[in-house]
């Protein structure tokens, strides 16, 4: 390509963050809008490139001397989190309008559009890295905004949400530097000069002990990221102190850097390895399922709530990715793309009446549809996609994932269908004693108005595509397959024969 496409990509939200650096009041966030919507214009333009077939790999030298280059590229599983960053950036921008100006550490609407900003190119950067030297540091430079955001908005312990999740994301990010430090031997030893580029660490021959070894620092780095159980506990206290903007791209598009990673660097480079901690893997992923469904219901605060409902959804996506099928790895990037879409929404929602009613508190409601009903469906439409009701998008990857797990293990894929069961207890739940029943004093005293103009525009987009994939999901899946097809094939494993006529007998 001699137009640099996916750097144009990444540095125009970069520029808007410095633009915002000047001082300027009364169009900050105009300015920050108009660089968000810029970026998801080049980004549509990217998905109408690559889906013509266009090469938009990029890669010169950059640091030769530890074999580095600024090399970007794009594949199927990297083009769905591209497009899902710059959809959910302007609609959280929008969201937080008037939010940012009056959150808690009164920085400002200027500091906070700037920080989604830089935190929307970075992160855009880490999905297009292919390069592990550059992804290394792009995954480590997203802590700073998200960092801040944490920290300089939202609830009143968001420092202590802001640094719990700085410090878990740290320690996963210092074990991933050790592996990245190995790499540079291995290549250097191996090749004769040290390489970064993931097509040539690829051709590694690496020892079953050494590749355990660099797979796991990786590996651990990611479960933290996703999160799993045990490592989860800063999701929830960072999702109950955080705005709702802030929770849709710490939850919706910075974790999936965990289950991105999982596919792209360890069944990519460590196949060996990543099929012997394949069992542990599932096992962990069912605990994080039922767990997350389980906390999820007892939560008393309806942010909280949403982030053990993603600890359960990420269970699933790790299952997917260990189940080694292509239906199974083909369902989770699909249900990465699905996942952040219906739990946008939900935050977005929740958000909403949040700032009406002045709690998070389950209990602080009652009898919401009576008063606010467009709000109140909103709310049921993002909570029977995250249940995966058939017709969602949710639907469509939560079933090819137990496909694919039920077809190397029936036993696995019927534990996990328990989370399915136990979402509709926690959404429906939830719904029931906030929406429904009398209306209670609190709400008939705070919550006086329904969704406005704004608002609307935030939500109805969000749950426009959730009904759109769930109905032509195949839209999404005919560019994800190829990725989850090229996955296997490098991980040395082909789906399972299904048995039949007398091969069953």
């Known amino acids: 390509m001699t137009v640099p496409w996916l750097t144009i990509l990444g540095l125009i939200p970069l520029l808007g963050a410095a633009v915002l650096c000047l001082p300027m009041k009364q169009v900050a966030k105009g300015v920050g809008l108009a660089f968000a919507l810029a970026t998801a214009l080049v980004g549509f333009v990217v998905a109408a490139l690559f889906t013509g077939g266009a090469n938009l790999s990029e890669s010169v030298p950059w640091i030769p001397a530890f074999g580095a280059s600024w090399s970007l590229g794009l594949d199927g599983m990297g083009l769905m989190m591209v497009l899902l960053t710059v959809v959910l950036t302007p609609a959280v921008l929008l969201a937080e309008w008037k939010l940012a100006d009056t959150s808690g550490g009164g920085w400002g609407a200027r500091a906070f559009f700037g920080l989604v900003l830089a935190l929307e190119s970075l992160s855009l950067f880490v999905f297009l890295a292919d390069d592990v030297l550059l992804f290394y540091l792009f995954f480590e430079a997203t802590l700073i905004p998200m960092y801040f955001l944490i920290g300089g908005f939202g609830g009143a312990n968001r420092s202590y949400a802001a640094v719990k999740f700085l410090l878990f994301s740290l320690a996963g990010g210092l074990i991933m530097l050790f592996s990245v430090i190995g790499l540079y031997a291995e290549s250097t030893r191996q090749f004769g000069a040290p390489s970064y580029l993931l097509a040539d ?19 651990i780095a990611f479960i933290i990221k996703a999160p799993m159980v045990p490592v989860h506990t800063w999701l929830p206290t960072a999702a109950e102190e955080s705005t709702p903007g802030t929770s849709v791209l710490l939850v919706g598009v910075l974790d999936k850097i965990g289950t991105f990673g999982m596919i792209k660097f360890c069944l990519y480079l460590f196949p060996d390895a990543s099929r012997s ?19 999820a219901i007892g939560s008393q605060n309806l942010l909280r709530l949403v982030a053990y409902t993603s600890v359960s959804h990420f269970g699933f996506m790790v299952l997917g990715i260990y189940s080694f099928t292509t239906a199974g790895v083909s369902g989770t990037i699909f249900y990465m793309l699905n996942h952040g879409f219906s ?13 009406r009613r002045g709690s998070a508190m389950v209990d602080a409601y009652g009898g919401v549809q009576k008063v606010a009903p467009v709000l109140t469906g909103s709310l049921l439409l993002a909570g029977l996609s995250a249940l995966a009701l058939p017709g969602m998008s949710s639907f469509v990857s939560e079933f090819m994932v137990l496909a694919g797990a039920w077809s190397r293990e029936p036993w696995v894929a019927a534990v996990a269908a328990l989370g399915t069961v136990l979402a509709a207890v926690y959404v429906l739940l939830m719904f029931q004693r906030t929406m429904t029943g009398p209306v209670t004093d609190q709400v008939r005293e705070h919550i006086t108005t329904d969704l406005n103009g704004r608002e609307k525009l935030v939500v109805v987009p969000l749950i426009g595509v959730i009904l759109f994939l769930g109905i032509l999901p195949q839209v999404a899946l005919s560019v994800i397959e190829p990725t989850a097809v090229a996955t296997l094939t490098q991980a040395r494993v082909t789906d399972p024969v299904p048995l039949h006529g007398k091969e069953a007998k």
């Not at 660490?201 to 590996?219: E, H, R, V």
């Not at 739990?343 to 009446?353: D, E, H, K, S």
């Open 201 to 219: 660490l690829a051709k590694l021959q690496l020892d079953p002990n050494t590749g355990m070894l660099l797979m796991l620092g990786f590996l």
């Open 277 to 295: 901690v394949g069992p542990i893997m599932i096992v962990l992923a069912l605990v994080s399922i039922l767990y997350g469904a389980v906390a």
């Open 343 to 355: 739990t946008a929404a939900l935050f977005l929602v929740l958000g909403f009446l949040i700032s």
